[in-house]
Every structure is written in C-alpha cells, then in structure tokens.
C-alpha cells in the first residue's frame, strides 16, 4: 500500500530564505505528483503537477522535483515571505482514484 | 471559469441528523471525488464517481454513507444519522474528462461538518 510521507511536519524560516520540504513515497509505480497548499479552513490550492516521465516543474518562485525511482519529491521555496505560511500536501497518484496525501508541513514564515 | 462548487461551506447537525454536502466540478470535469480530512490528519479518498456511475466506493464507510452524481446536478455525499465521528472538513475534486489517471485534481473549498 502507498505511504506518503513529508518532513518536517513543521518548519518556521525568516523572511528572504530558501527553503525545501521533502516527500517520500513507497510505491514508485504512480502516474504523477502533486504539490497542494492549504491555508487554514481553507480548500487545497494546487500548486504544481509533476507527471511520471518528468523530472521538475517550475511556477515562479516554487520549483518541484521528483525522483521516481529512489521515491522523493522536493518543493522548493526561493525569497520566502509571510504569505507563504501554510501547510504543503503532496499527493501521488497511483490511478484513477488512487491520489495518497502525506499529512503535510506546516511552514511559517517570519516577518 | 468556476473552480470546484461546495456548499455549504459549513454545517452543523445533532447526532442522529441527515447531513447532505453537494459538489458541483469544474465547466468540463466529468470525474468527481470525495475526500476526507479528520483533525490532524491527512486527506483520505472516499469516493470516485462518473456521471450517474459510482466507479469506486472503496474508501467509503459501509454504513450511513452514500453518495451520487447525477445526469443532472451536483454530486451529493449524504450521511445519515451523523456521529460525533463523522465531523470532518469534506472535500470534493474534479478532473478533466478522459484524464482520470493523468490529470490535475482541482479542489473546492470544503465543507466543514459539526456533529454536536
């Protein structure tokens, strides 16, 4: 059974820094990946999509790679700021129904 | 173009009440899901549904839970004599027809159950 699962659970930068969180997941037999944020009592914005055959995405300032074969899945987050506070889900798809989230990373980024 | 519909956004019922959460998906979407997020912990899959067809229920508990989606309509997640339990933010996602095993999930933004 696919297991996902993200580190750090939480993680507080300064405003400006880079920053990466991490996914791993069990089963590399998926068809894509997916990067969500949550604000709270809010839905679940997408973020980025990576399908199986790609190797990164890019959206401004966020950047995901994925790594297939060895199972992990990075978000990159350039020049921080307060807006960026959320919790980041990722989710792997591993057919029609099958989309497995991690329990996410709670960032908070200080003015 | 509308993303994800859910209403309501909020619901409060006392045990033993119907709850009934609607999803309307995206212009174009053909495939809806259900999902659900208990307190401090992750989004669990519940329901995948095509128009008028459940194509799987897998992650739907046996008893008290139904959902459809008709020709019609949004899709619908009834629950029937709510427990404490059953409180929940419930989410619904749409993707594009025909790509149900590639395609982007797009979600609403939940409805939030409150079973007192």
């Known amino acids: 059974k696919q297991e996902v699962t993200q580190i750090p659970a939480a993680l507080s930068v300064p405003e400006g820094e880079n920053l990466v969180l991490n996914c791993s997941f069990t089963?590399?037999?998926?068809?894509?990946l997916q990067w969500f944020r949550q604000d709270p009592g809010k839905g679940l914005t997408s973020l980025l999509l990576?399908?199986?055959?790609?190797r990164e995405q890019t959206s401004g300032r966020l950047n995901a790679s994925l790594d297939k074969s060895s199972g992990r899945s990075t978000l990159y987050i350039a020049a921080s700021q307060p807006g960026d506070s959320a919790t980041y889900l990722c989710?792997?798809?591993?057919?029609?129904?099958?989309?497995?989230f991690g329990t996410g990373t709670r960032l908070t980024v200080i003015p | 173009n509308a993303g994800v519909m859910q209403n309501p956004r909020h619901l409060v019922r006392r045990r033993g009440q119907e709850a009934r959460l609607r999803c309307s998906p995206m212009k174009g979407h053909s495939h809806v899901y259900w999902y659900r997020q208990l307190p401090e912990e992750g989004l669990k899959f519940m329901v995948y549904?095509?128009?008028?067809?459940?194509?799987?229920e897998s992650g739907m508990p046996k008893e008290r839970f139904s959902a459809e989606f008709p020709k019609e309509g949004p899709s619908i997640l009834r629950i029937q004599q709510v427990v404490r339990g059953d409180s929940a933010a419930y989410f619904c996602a749409s993707s594009p027809l025909g790509q149900q095993n590639t395609g982007e999930l797009f979600f609403g933004e939940g409805s939030r159950l409150t079973v007192l």
């Open positions: 990576i399908q199986s055959s790609q």
């Open positions: 549904l095509q128009k008028e067809n459940i194509i799987d």
């Open positions: 989710a792997v798809k591993t057919g029609a129904n099958n989309l497995f």
């Open positions: 089963d590399s037999a998926i068809y894509n």
